[in-house]
């Protein structure tokens, strides 16, 4: 449902276990990202589009090609021990960010799943991160 935002998202796909909302805006899929955050301690929420790096899924860390990194990066990078939710099965994931070398492949997936990635890339002088969310459980 494309009609999902925000919090909203979170909720309806919390509460259908991803029937609604996993399947967002132009068939790109979702994923709920938990983190902690860095100044509060609490859980933070986030519906964000993913894709698959093998086993694990990636996010990328595009705020929309804002100037600065959006706030669930700066907590997983203070505390990279973060919960995924994909449809109904939910676990414990370390995130990271993609090497070097595994990014242009990385960014090229993404970006069919999203063309506006490269779009965003281009409005912003920071590279846009891909974070990977390696399952610990």
């Known amino acids: 449902m494309s009609d999902l935002y925000g919090q909203a998202h979170v909720a309806a796909y919390l509460e259908t276990g991803g029937e609604r909302g996993h399947d967002w805006k132009r068939g790109a899929p979702t994923l709920i990202l938990t983190t902690t955050g860095r100044k509060s ?17 990636m996010i990328v860390a595009s705020k929309g090609g804002a100037p600065k990194h959006p706030a669930w990066y700066l907590n997983i990078r203070d505390n990279p021990e973060v919960e995924v939710q994909i ?24 970006a069919e799943i999203w063309p506006d990635y490269d779009n965003y890339q281009r409005r912003t002088e920071r590279e846009i991160p891909i974070v990977i969310l390696e399952r610990t459980s």
């Open 87 to 110: 449809r109904d099965d939910r676990f414990r994931a370390r995130a990271r960010d993609a090497t070097p070398e595994e990014r242009p492949e990385l960014w090229r997936q993404m």
């Open 41 to 57: 301690g609490a859980e933070r929420r986030s519906p964000l589009i993913y894709g698959m790096a093998g086993d694990n899924p």
